[in-house]
């Protein structure tokens, strides 16, 4: 997949082009409908199907004090957009001069450098100055810009619709299995690791750490079993979020143990998928306590895993 972080003239290299327009924050379910109807239709048309998104939440310019916590991360939607079949990602920033673009001048932004066939969008898209635009409107207006658009059907599951809003809510309140299902896949949280105090080799448990940013969803402090990627390998891992109570405590951080691993990590990319909870975060006692927990999280841990094969 080719990733573009700028708007670029693209007519020329690619005379059939189906795009799929969204902020796709998470790529869950919902908008995995959407973007596998704009890669079949490319496939049928024998074109090219390209993903137009934001690399921040518009929110985050128009209204800061409003915008969502973010759950996903750009490494995981370029993963997943990858494996969807997606030919083209476009993610660029949006910023204050695009806020203010009317949805007639947006529209001609996409004539001019993609000349779409198709446009895909879900039912409650919206563009252009204040979000004036919206899926009737590209009905509508689709002649006039050379393009006919699809609007595919919200995704329902278990009596609710699938959205950003429903899955920040599921991870906040800790129910990890029902965000999961609304994700299509495990929940994942990916950075790069930092430097800790180092206790957790001198107890028999190395972990690498994460920094948690104020803008991501996140679930409540406790500790995972999580399947963990590094340098391309998978392994298994028992992960911990929270401030560390045993000891003097910490910022509010993610600690991951990877199983049967041993090797300097640090600053490498991690990326970190949460399976299930095994427990919440507590304070203990002592050390000789912790440790004891963390022996029996790790044997809970290696049984869950045997479930997921």
Request: hydrophobic residues 40%; neutral net charge; contains cysteine.
């Amino acid at each position: 997949m080719q990733v573009f972080s700028k708007i670029m003239d693209l007519t020329q290299l690619y005379p059939r082009i189906v795009m799929a327009l969204g902020t796709f924050d998470g790529v869950h379910v919902g908008h995995q409908s959407i973007i596998r109807q704009a890669v079949s239709l490319a496939e049928k048309i024998q074109g090219i199907s390209v993903v137009f998104t934001f690399s921040n939440h518009p929110l985050s310019v128009i209204a800061p004090e409003q915008a969502p916590l973010q759950i996903g991360d750009m490494i995981s939607k370029e993963n997943i957009l990858t494996e969807l079949g997606v030919d083209i990602l476009v993610n660029i920033p949006f910023t204050k001069k695009f806020a203010k673009i009317s949805p007639e001048r947006f529209l001609e932004t996409l004539q001019e450098n993609f000349a779409p066939a198709y446009i895909v969008v879900g039912p409650n898209f919206s563009f252009g100055y204040r979000g004036k635009g919206n899926p009737r409107m590209l009905v509508r207006e689709g002649h006039t810009y050379g393009f006919k658009a699809e609007i595919a059907a919200a995704v329902q599951w278990q009596g609710h619709t699938v959205s950003s809003t429903r899955i920040r809510e599921l991870l906040l309140g800790g129910n990890l299995d029902l965000a999961n299902e609304f994700l299509g896949r495990p929940f994942s949280f990916g950075g790069r690791v930092v430097h800790g105090d180092r206790r957790g080799r001198l107890l028999g448990f190395p972990t690498a750490n994460l920094a948690i940013a104020d803008s991501r969803a996140m679930l409540p402090n406790g500790v995972y079993a999580v399947r963990v990627t590094l340098q391309g390998k998978g392994y298994e891992g028992i992960a911990n979020i929270g401030t560390n109570p045993t000891f003097e405590g910490c910022n509010r951080r993610l600690e991951v143990h990877i199983l049967d691993f041993s090797g300097d990590i640090y600053d490498a990319a991690l990326q970190v998928q949460f399976l299930k909870k095994i427990r919440d975060e507590q304070k203990f006692p002592s050390a000789e306590h912790l440790v004891r927990q963390l022996h029996e999280d790790k044997a809970t841990a290696r049984t869950l895993f045997d479930g997921y094969q």
